[in-house]
């Protein structure tokens, strides 16, 4: 983002939503949505190159299409260098869903002249803005050839001089306005409509602005690091900007309550009454009460001690479809101590009343029960998630699963590592569609399923 300093009508109390945080996302944002792609290499292509990063706030992952949140869910949406790589057949849908989920926002975008110099291959736009209205040319109308990829070698080269020229002539290369209501905006044809006279003299007065600057031998020995220094100093305007300005709501927690995932995220799925459904940790079974409220699926409860709290045997006595075993799922068949209290059931767990469960290994569970495919299991096992997922993932039986739905517990000892390592595995036949870290993600599978037991 080159104008943070234009965002002034977020509110201490706003819940902020941020379209396409890429690699610096806003400090003030509380949940991120970003665009799912399987491909990695596409989505670096679209981060510009820079590696993913992992944010300290929630992130959802979308195909495209409707965003995945209730009318006016937002005050603030932030979308900072996404309208560029939206195609033509979405960019309308895409801006009526930034109007239908937040009533006002920050809009910006690199200008038709950033793009004559750094002509980027997955951007669908030249663009420009005049008088609160966006201007859209689509790029089609305009042939890239090794001029432009010259200028992209010059742009990217190991001198970074650009860097240096994009955050000195920001009004020029860039486009930023906040919006209140409707988005208005205009898909033209032609450069006489996308730049006229106005934007020259508008222009032409911005250059009249600047002076020369002395070229001392010690200024220009640092203009190498110009980039660097861009970037630390965008990241210093911020700090400074926002400073005594943050919201409560920063965090995963704070994130995954703000998109209200209890209500939305864990329940929403693509199910039916012919789905198979494994609940791992039923605990008090209100999860798997509103799943078969919702699709009516076959469900299958473990939970080491379904005694505890509402007797799930009895709870779902009615239904034949809602199978409860009173079993805990590690990486071994046995039995194992665990802690039981009124918050759950994890070895991990301390205090509480101490016992001994009976363990099933989970390939050999599934193949017990015929379970060749599993539509959507959900891992919620206060500790115990790491071993199950290892196990799972050395069986290929991580491979039957759709979706897996997971939270991850800082009960262990070096959680984040852990975590980190089941997250490099499932990557090889899954991806995110939404991460809360240690709050809640979910997994889909990609690959099709091994063989193996």
């Known amino acids: 983002m080159f104008f943070p300093e234009r965002l002034r009508s977020i509110r201490p109390t706003d819940k902020v939503l941020e379209v396409g945080p890429g690699s610096l996302a806003h400090p003030r944002a509380d949940?991120?949505?970003d665009r799912l792609f399987e491909d990695?290499?596409?989505?670096?292509?679209?981060?510009?190159?820079?590696?993913?990063?992992?944010?300290?706030?929630?992130v959802i992952y979308y195909p495209g299409g409707i965003f995945p949140f209730k009318?006016?869910?937002?005050?603030?949406?932030?979308?900072?260098?996404?309208?560029?790589?939206?195609?033509?057949?979405?960019?309308?849908?895409?801006?009526?869903?930034?109007?239908?989920?937040?009533?006002?926002?920050?809009?910006?975008?690199?200008?038709?002249?950033?793009?004559?110099?750094?002509?980027?291959?997955?951007?669908?736009?030249?663009?420009?803005?005049?008088?609160?209205?966006?201007?859209?040319?689509?790029?089609?109308?305009?042939?890239?050839?090794?001029?432009h990829k010259a200028f992209r070698e010059m742009f990217y080269g190991a001198d970074r001089y650009m860097y240096k020229a994009f955050g000195r002539y920001r009004e020029f290369f860039f486009c930023g306005f906040e919006w209140n209501g409707p988005i208005r905006y205009q898909v033209v044809e032609d450069y006489?409509?996308?730049v006229n006279q106005e934007d020259y003299e508008r222009l032409t007065e911005y250059f009249k602005t600047f002076r020369p600057r002395p070229r001392k031998p010690r200024l220009a020995a640092k203009a190498a690091?110009?980039?660097?220094?861009?970037?630390?100093?965008?990241?210093?305007?911020?700090?400074?900007?926002?400073?005594?300005?943050?919201?409560?709501?920063?965090?995963?927690?704070?994130?995954?309550q703000a998109c209200d995932g209890e209500a939305t995220l864990r329940l929403?799925?693509?199910?039916?009454?012919?789905?198979?459904?494994?609940?791992?940790?039923?605990?008090?079974?209100?999860?798997?009460?509103?799943?078969?409220?919702?699709y009516d699926p076959t469900v299958y409860i473990l939970a080491a001690a379904p005694e505890l709290?509402?007797?799930?045997?009895?709870?779902?006595?009615?239904?034949?479809?809602?199978?409860?075993?009173?079993?805990?799922?590690?990486?071994?068949?046995g039995t194992q101590p665990i802690a039981l209290d009124e918050d759950g059931t994890g070895p991990s767990r301390k205090g509480g009343r101490g016992r001994r469960v009976q363990t099933r290994e989970i390939a050999g569970f599934l193949a017990e029960h015929g379970l060749e495919s599993v539509d959507l299991i959900k891992i919620n096992v206060e500790g115990s998630e790491y071993q199950l997922l290892r196990r799972m993932i050395e069986t290929c039986a991580v491979a039957r699963c759709r979706d897996?739905?997971?939270?991850?517990?800082?009960?262990?000892?070096?959680?984040?590592?852990?975590?980190?390592?089941?997250?490099?595995?499932?990557?090889?036949t899954h991806y995110l569609t939404y991460d809360f870290p240690f709050i809640c993600e979910n997994w889909r599978r990609r690959a099709p399923a091994c063989s193996g037991s």
């Open 309 to 333: 709290g509402v007797d799930l045997s009895s709870k779902f006595s009615a239904n034949p479809k809602v199978k409860v075993f009173g079993l805990g799922l590690p990486d071994r068949d």
């Open 225 to 256: 690091e110009a980039g660097e220094l861009l970037k630390d100093g965008l990241a210093r305007m911020w700090r400074r900007l926002f400073k005594g300005k943050g919201h409560p709501n920063k965090g995963s927690l704070e994130s995954w």
């Open 71 to 147: 009318d006016k869910a937002f005050d603030y949406l932030v979308c900072a260098h996404v309208l560029e790589h939206v195609p033509a057949q979405e960019l309308s849908l895409f801006l009526s869903e930034i109007e239908r989920v937040a009533g006002r926002g920050y809009l910006e975008f690199p200008s038709i002249f950033y793009e004559l110099i750094n002509h980027n291959p997955v951007h669908h736009w030249m663009m420009n803005c005049r008088q609160g209205t966006i201007y859209l040319m689509p790029k089609t109308a305009f042939k890239s050839n090794f001029v």
């Open 31 to 33: 949940v991120f949505l």
């Open 192 to 194: 006489d409509q996308l």
């Open 40 to 58: 990695e290499a596409v989505a670096c292509a679209h981060r510009g190159g820079a590696p993913k990063v992992s944010y300290d706030r929630g």
């Open 268 to 294: 929403d799925y693509d199910l039916s009454p012919q789905s198979v459904v494994i609940d791992v940790g039923g605990r008090r079974g209100e999860w798997a009460r509103q799943m078969v409220q919702r």
């Open 404 to 428: 897996i739905q997971v939270r991850f517990h800082r009960l262990v000892p070096e959680a984040t590592q852990l975590r980190d390592e089941i997250r490099k595995l499932l990557a090889q």
